[in-house]
């Protein structure tokens, strides 16, 4: 079975540049995480979906992050303008919904981003 | 809000000897889970071991087991018989209970195990 497909998986741009991301989850499950790792740090959550709904989008800083994920499968994660500070590996995740399966997150490799 | 703390930046063991991670939490629910996540340097972060707040049972799979400790907040990781292949960053992740069994994990900043041959 495939896992959490990501891409690209490193990408270098100058500040102010747009940038996004993509990301395919695993077969069947409905729930998709973005997470931002900065460097020596754990994840952080940017969004969750389920399905093509987000509910939580909470910590997505939304001046320059957009997301979407439509027909609830394949996502992409949007930067415009980039900024120094958003030089991190993004991660995305994916989870089945319901009781016990869906407490574990599966991860993709990331994207590397930096910003220059 | 829940917090995560991993007060070891850096672990290193002997090959066939066993370690212990710690991680300490915040959290004013009753109702969670807890997770050990491994990320090689490849970057894919991988599932451990987790654990259901609400079972006194410490959880084990193979060589990797926990201790939980629900009133100090707390939940080591321990490592028996450490392999090359067990070289990663370890962080602890919680995560609040909710009906779907779908909800963001909160991370440490990560502990680098080394295992020396």
């Known amino acids: 079975e495939a896992g959490v497909v990501q891409s690209p998986r490193y990408k270098i741009i100058e500040k102010k540049q747009p940038v996004a991301f993509w990301c395919n989850p695993i077969s069947g499950h409905n729930t998709l995480y973005w997470y931002r790792q900065n460097l020596g740090q754990g994840p952080e959550l940017l969004i969750r979906y389920e399905n093509e709904e987000a509910v939580d989008d909470s910590q997505l800083p939304k001046d320059r992050f957009s997301a979407e994920r439509l027909k609830g499968v394949d996502s992409t994660l949007k930067i415009q303008p980039a900024e120094l500070g958003d030089s991190a590996v993004y991660l995305c995740?994916?989870?089945?919904?319901?009781?016990?399966?869906?407490?574990?997150?599966?991860f993709g490799p990331g994207t590397r981003l930096t910003v220059l | 809000a829940q917090t995560v703390t991993q007060s070891q930046p850096e672990m290193s063991v002997q090959e066939a000897e066993t370690v212990t991670l710690s991680c300490t939490y915040d959290t004013s629910e009753n109702n969670y889970y807890l997770f050990w996540y491994k990320q090689p340097p490849s970057r894919q972060m991988i599932l451990v071991i987790r654990q259901e707040a609400y079972k006194q049972q410490n959880a084990t799979e193979n060589r990797f087991s926990v201790n939980f400790q629900k009133a100090a907040k707390s939940f080591s990781l321990k490592i028996s018989d450490s392999q090359l292949g067990d070289t990663a960053m370890y962080f602890c992740a919680f995560m609040k209970h909710a009906g779907s069994g779908s909800e963001k994990l909160v991370f440490g900043k990560g502990t680098k195990l080394t295992v020396n041959p």
């Open positions: 995740a994916s989870s089945s919904l319901g009781g016990r399966e869906g407490l574990e997150q599966f």
